[in-house]
């Protein structure tokens, strides 16, 4: 029996209306040229976030874990947590107005030990309803890591092979564009703006991009070349992370299979790898 069984089945759930102000914030923040009032896939990341008040934040921005009854995670004794994949289905557009609901459920959590320590993985079910119409089903995985005491990697002396790719951009993440994404997820974790804990404590090399704003750049590759809330799947995994300051290139082609998509360092390694549909 594991010790984290008591937490299987958990549930949260949170509620939000998309405003028009939120809307035009998350444009402004992707330099989109979208208009009208229905929103891109990735909207509802921006929606029903974390609430937990400052005095409850830990040293690393996120809140404080807990084994209080009311808690939704429980409190795995390891200090680095990331957002590591996401499987997610999308059944509805979500546009200005409605009442976006998010029911949480932990659905599993797990051991493992390897090459690259002690692990644990969470896995999180959400479930978002636009005025009671099922929008999008999400799976995300989220992993929590031993502290690292190995000095940051420097970039690697590859470079990226963008000609086996049908569509290319380009584009280097800067701290405002962090600063942005985080106010929008009022995402308080400080690898994404506090370049001394960054490099000190979690051992990056720099400040690092957000595992959801990489995804929500690949969906809008995505949506340049098929248009808007065209996706009815959609799934990533983060593979290394993405720096401030370095070139990102979002890349993707469509094949029999369906479509692929990846977000590859300026060294040509691979920051993100997606797969997506149509149907």
């Given at each position: 029996?594991?010790a984290?069984?008591?937490?299987?089945?958990?549930?949260?759930?949170?509620?939000?209306?998309?405003?028009?102000?939120?809307?035009?914030?998350?444009?402004?923040?992707?330099d989109?040229s979208?208009?009208?009032?229905?929103?891109?896939?990735?909207?509802?990341?921006?929606?029903?976030?974390p609430?937990?008040?400052?005095?409850?934040?830990?040293?690393d921005?996120h809140p404080?874990r807990?084994?209080?009854?009311?808690?939704?995670?429980?409190?795995i004794?390891?200090?680095?947590?990331?957002?590591?994949?996401?499987?997610?289905?999308?059944?509805?557009p979500?546009?200005v107005?409605?009442?976006?609901?998010r029911?949480?459920?932990v659905?599993?959590?797990?051991?493992?030990s390897?090459s690259?320590g002690?692990?644990?993985?969470?896995?999180?079910?959400?479930?978002?309803?636009?005025?009671?119409?099922?929008?999008?089903q999400?799976?995300q995985?989220?992993?929590?890591?031993?502290?690292?005491?190995?000095p940051?990697?420097?970039?690697?002396?590859?470079?990226p092979d963008?000609?086996?790719?049908?569509?290319?951009?380009e584009?280097?993440?800067?701290?405002?564009?962090?600063?942005?994404?985080s106010?929008?997820?009022?995402?308080?974790?400080?690898?994404?703006?506090?370049?001394?804990?960054?490099?000190?404590?979690?051992?990056?090399?720099g400040?690092?991009?957000?595992?959801p704003?990489?995804?929500?750049?690949?969906?809008?590759?995505?949506?340049?070349e098929?248009?808007?809330?065209?996706?009815?799947?959609?799934?990533?995994r983060?593979?290394?992370?993405?720096f401030?300051g370095?070139?990102?290139h979002?890349?993707?082609?469509q094949?029999d299979?369906?479509?692929?998509?990846?977000a590859?360092?300026?060294?040509?390694?691979?920051v993100?790898s997606?797969?997506a549909g149509?149907?």
């Amino acid at each position: 029996m594991s010790a984290w069984d008591a937490w299987i089945g958990r549930t949260q759930q949170q509620t939000e209306i998309l405003t028009p102000a939120l809307l035009a914030r998350f444009r402004a923040t992707l330099d989109s040229s979208d208009s009208g009032d229905i929103a891109a896939q990735s909207i509802h990341w921006c929606l029903n976030t974390p609430q937990a008040a400052t005095a409850v934040l830990g040293p690393d921005g996120h809140p404080l874990r807990s084994d209080a009854p009311d808690s939704f995670l429980p409190p795995i004794p390891l200090p680095r947590r990331m957002w590591a994949s996401s499987a997610l289905e999308f059944h509805a557009p979500i546009g200005v107005g409605q009442t976006v609901q998010r029911r949480s459920t932990v659905a599993s959590i797990s051991e493992k030990s390897g090459s690259s320590g002690y692990l644990v993985f969470a896995e999180i079910d959400h479930a978002t309803f636009a005025d009671n119409v099922l929008a999008v089903q999400e799976r995300q995985t989220l992993v929590y890591r031993e502290a690292s005491a190995a000095p940051p990697a420097g970039l690697g002396e590859g470079t990226p092979d963008v000609s086996v790719w049908q569509w290319h951009r380009e584009l280097t993440p800067n701290a405002p564009l962090l600063f942005r994404y985080s106010a929008l997820t009022f995402n308080s974790h400080r690898i994404h703006y506090d370049a001394p804990y960054a490099v000190n404590e979690e051992r990056y090399r720099g400040l690092v991009v957000h595992g959801p704003l990489t995804a929500t750049l690949l969906l809008d590759l995505a949506a340049r070349e098929f248009g808007s809330n065209a996706l009815k799947r959609f799934s990533f995994r983060g593979q290394s992370p993405a720096f401030v300051g370095e070139a990102l290139h979002l890349v993707g082609r469509q094949n029999d299979a369906g479509i692929e998509l990846a977000a590859l360092g300026s060294d040509g390694r691979v920051v993100m790898s997606a797969t997506a549909g149509l149907s």
